[in-house]
């Protein structure tokens, strides 16, 4: 079956333009979540959706950062004003249910580079 | 604070031979523990996880140990091959949270 998908693979932007992300999770899968990783660093959780729950934004970085999850499944992560340390690759990840004993599986990512 | 370590950053190998990444963690309360590997310029696929009662688990040439009292854990692979070349994500989960706390990784490169 299908996994996780993400558009577009790779995007290139100037600095203090708008970006949108997307995120196509596993078909039924309930729970969904935004990670960034940057160059030699760890997954950073951004936002973590749940059904028709109010998302967890906690780890989005700054008011610049927002995202959606249209109908509990396709998710759109944006960046306004986007800045040179906004380059990283934005992973998108999906699970069945959010209990922890479900995996969350991955999605190739969308590689962000702000010029 | 809520961490987790691993070491080396980086190992080189010959082909053939076997090594053991490490991760250690500050993580609590503890809910389970997952090794994922990560292929260049693709997402983490998950290898193993591990819960508190577990202290090892196998999955083909991987197998991962976990000392819950040590708050330790390992990742061994046996007969290493080309296609292992990839880095290692040590990730644990928070009790009763959603959040994962993730490492930096290993970067594993098997040379012919």
């Known amino acids: 079956g299908a996994g996780v998908s993400q558009s577009p693979s790779n995007k290139v932007t100037e600095k203090g333009k708008d970006v949108e992300l997307r995120c196509d999770p596993i078909?039924?899968?309930?729970?969904l979540y935004w990670y960034r990783q940057s160059l030699g660093q760890g997954l950073e959780f951004l936002i973590y959706?749940?059904?028709?729950?109010?998302?967890?934004k906690s780890g989005l970085p700054s008011d610049r950062f927002s995202a959606e999850r249209t109908g509990g499944s396709v998710s759109t992560l944006t960046i306004q004003r986007t800045q040179q340390e906004d380059s990283a690759v934005y992973l998108c990840?999906?699970?069945?249910?959010?209990?922890?004993?479900?995996?969350?599986?991955f999605g190739p990512g969308t590689r962000l580079t702000v010029t | 604070k809520n961490q987790v370590e691993q070491s080396p950053q980086s190992l080189i190998i010959l082909e053939g031979k076997n090594c053991t990444l490490q991760c250690n963690y500050t993580v609590s309360p503890f809910s389970n523990l997952r090794w994922y590997k990560q292929d260049t310029g693709r997402g983490p696929v998950s290898l193993t996880i591990?819960?508190?009662?577990?202290n090892t688990k196998s999955n083909g040439r991987y197998t991962a140990t976990l000392d819950a009292d040590t708050k330790q854990s390992s990742l061994h692979i046996t007969a290493s091959q080309l296609s292992d070349s990839a880095s290692y994500i040590c990730?644990?989960?928070?009790?009763?949270?959603?959040?994962?706390?993730f490492g930096q990784g290993t970067r594993l490169t098997i040379n012919p």
């Open positions: 990840a999906s699970s069945l249910d959010p209990s922890g004993v479900y995996e969350q599986y």
């Open positions: 591990m819960t508190f009662s577990e």
């Open positions: 078909s039924g899968h309930t729970a």
């Open positions: 990730v644990v989960r928070i009790q009763g949270a959603q959040k994962l706390v």
């Open positions: 959706f749940q059904g028709n729950s109010a998302p967890d």
